[in-house]
């Protein structure tokens, strides 16, 4: 199915909450973190996201549960490993435990150029 047939739910949230905590800014700034995983919708593909006055297009949306990411996902989400993005994670979330089975939204993006 190609982007543009793709069927996405109503977003949760706007695009100006997706990435909001400093460190993941800096790493979204840096070249370190082209995705970010959140329970709902923020962004659809071709949404521009701004950080600190840089451009950044979403390019790919899609649902992921959290048994499926990989090392790799991890590094897009800026950090070593997936044991390094699951502490992460939970040290934002206390209360929250890992739930393999938990679906969650992929939001990959790269910067636009000036």
């Not at 090392?71 to 393999?100: C, F, R, T």
Request: with cysteine.
């Amino acid at each position: 199915m190609s982007e543009s047939n793709q069927q996405y739910p109503e977003k949760s949230c706007s695009i100006e909450r997706l990435v909001t905590i400093d460190n993941d800014v800096q790493k979204v700034l840096e070249g370190k973190k082209t995705a970010t995983r959140r329970n709902g919708v923020y962004a659809l593909p071709g949404e521009i996201m701004e950080l600190e006055g840089k451009s950044f297009k979403i390019d790919a949306l899609y649902a992921q549960t959290l048994g499926e990411m990989t090392d790799a996902d991890a590094q897009a989400e800026g950090y070593e490993s997936l044991e390094g993005y699951k502490n992460a994670i939970l040290s934002i979330h206390p209360n929250m435990p890992w739930v393999p089975k938990m679906n969650v939204w992929v939001h990959e993006y790269s910067p636009l150029r000036d």
